[in-house]
């Protein structure tokens, strides 16, 4: 009998956001496997870190995490490989991905390279998108209301097209494209609805509306909302 694979969404950074499947089969698991820096401490296993029961064998993945180079495909191909070799004598193996596996998470490149092969389980977590809603006391939408998801890697342009019709909307992968999702805000006259969030959920959340931010760039975890109605409920 193989091993199953399990993607657990371990949330945005509160280790009390991890949903009570997940912990259980975190705990059960004999193999855990998650992301980290090419150098320095893993957020995925420090957000889980106080809920390990000790004694499993733990896999690292270790890749750049910068845009460039991202997805490292040979680190997930080594890693698949790892993980295969667990799941074939017969051990489970937890994979952790911040926030939802399958909401731009890190786990859909292992997926995609051992599903085919061995079982695999997906266990949602609390995405970004809703801790975000949920630190700002702010729903993201309403009634008939279109809710897009827009990456701020996008050309400008294109940002400008979405916004201009967008109800409500979430900007994600903000990093050092702030000052361009600012100046399309701007342009559109939409700056004044649009709030700024980073690091929801955890010590060092900071939230504040986005024409009050004095910044060049954001760190990866931070996003921006923005409701054309201002509030979803008006």
């Known amino acids: 009998m193989t091993g199953t694979l399990y993607g657990l969404g371990i949330g945005p950074g509160d280790p009390e956001l991890i ?3 997940a912990l259980r089969l975190l ?10 820096p090419e150098e320095g401490d893993s957020l995925a296993r420090a957000i889980v870190a106080d809920h390990l029961p000790g004694g499993q064998t733990e896999i690292v993945l270790r890749m750049p995490m910068v845009a460039a180079r991202f997805p490292a495909q040979e ?56 801790a975000c809603a949920a630190v700002l006391g702010a729903p ?11 990456p701020a890697t996008l050309d400008e342009h294109v940002l400008a097209q979405l916004l201009r019709d967008a109800e409500a909307a979430a900007i994600v992968k903000v990093g050092r494209h702030l000052q361009k999702v600012r100046k399309v805000l701007r342009i559109l006259g939409l700056l004044d609805r649009a709030r700024y969030v980073e690091r ?23 996003m921006i909302l923005f409701h054309r109605r201002g509030e979803a409920w008006t």
């Open 19 to 21: 949903t009570l499947k």
């Open 27 to 36: 705990q059960a698991a004999p193999v855990l496997a998650y992301p980290a």
């Open 75 to 130: 680190v997930y191909d080594r890693a698949a490989e790892e993980i295969g070799g667990h799941l074939a004598a017969g051990r489970d193996v937890a994979a952790l991905c911040e926030g939802d596996p399958f909401f731009y998470g890190s786990f859909m490149y292992l997926f995609g390279r051992i599903a085919e092969r061995f079982p695999v389980e997906v266990v949602p977590g609390v995405s970004s998108l809703t």
């Open 140 to 150: 993201l939408a309403a009634r008939n209301d279109v809710l897009t998801v827009i």
């Open 200 to 222: 929801a959920t955890m010590d060092e959340q900071r939230i504040l509306p986005l024409r009050d931010l004095d910044a060049d760039s954001a760190p990866y975890f931070s």
